[in-house]
């Protein structure tokens, strides 16, 4: 599996952004898929995770009610709406695939990795 992300840019505080991430390759629809960040100077961090159908998400606290996490398997790619967006949410955001399907929180039990897509919030 192929994974690219898009749809970073700069916005201002309290703005939105949608970030997306295209698979290629088969069976895009039996992997569960992961957001994930990296800050500068910081470790990489767990965002939100979406099972392989779509129906159980998992989210970090600090993005909770502002972001959410979906996919359509039909266009083999998932998605991230970031809403309310805050000059702390700067960072390059990452999408990954795990095999199994159901929703993880730790990047080691990813497969698959993007090459992430930057975010810069100003305030």
């Known amino acids: 599996v192929q994974l690219q992300a898009s749809g970073g840019g700069p916005v201002q505080a309290g703005g939105s952004l949608r970030l997306s991430c295209a698979a290629s390759?088969?069976?895009?629809?039996?992997?569960?898929m992961g957001w994930f960040r990296q800050a500068p100077g910081k470790d990489r961090e767990f965002v939100a995770t979406?099972?392989?159908?779509?129906?159980?998400?998992s989210y970090v606290d600090s993005v909770k009610g502002r972001f959410s996490i979906a996919r359509d398997n039909t266009r083999n790619t998932a998605y991230l709406q970031m809403n309310s967006l805050k000059p702390e949410d700067t960072a390059v955001y990452y999408c990954?695939?795990?095999?199994?399907?159901?929703?993880?929180?730790?990047?080691?039990?990813?497969?698959?990795w993007g090459q992430g897509t930057l975010v810069t919030v100003s305030s």
């Open positions: 990954a695939a795990a095999r199994g399907g159901i929703y993880y929180r730790s990047s080691t039990s990813y497969d698959y």
């Open positions: 390759g088969r069976s895009f629809s039996s992997y569960a």
């Open positions: 979406i099972n392989w159908s779509g129906t159980s998400t």
